[in-house]
């Protein structure tokens, strides 16, 4: 078996990078208003990963807030362009989170799961064989 190349995400300007080893743990959509406000798009998409999978490079500042339903997240970003490269969720340690977006990548999987669906804008469409919940 071939194993699952590494991927590389990063901000805006380059000098944050988290490196990730295999594929992600759990690939999700997330439609509540402060992923909203974070993505600066009508939801955000995320991959999880083990966090002995991720490697990370540059400077990072780090930004906190609590969750609609549990402890919250520490959010990395790069203190030149203010991209957000990765977060950890205080309720599942020993996992990081990355923004497929900070990926660049076309090809990246799919979404597993899509939460907070009763804030999703009307107009988005996801998959019908992934969870979805309110």
Do not use: N
Not at 46 to 55: E, P
């Amino acid at each position: 078996m071939i194993a699952p190349p590494d991927r590389d995400a990063r901000c805006q300007c380059g000098q944050l990078r988290a490196t990730v080893r295999g594929e992600p743990v759990r690939v999700s959509v997330c439609h509540c208003l402060d992923c909203q406000r974070r993505s600066g798009s009508a939801f955000a998409m995320q991959a999880r990963y083990a966090a002995d999978d991720v490697g990370v490079s540059g400077e990072t500042r780090e930004w906190s807030r609590p969750g609609d339903e549990g402890a919250g997240a520490v959010f990395h970003f790069c203190p030149t362009c203010g991209s957000t490269v990765y977060y950890c969720l205080i309720d599942y340690p020993g996992f990081v989170t990355v923004p497929v977006g900070a990926f660049a990548d076309p090809h990246f999987p799919a979404p597993m799961v899509s939460v907070y669906e009763t804030r999703k804008h009307a107009w988005v469409s996801l998959p019908a064989d992934i969870e979805h919940h309110d």
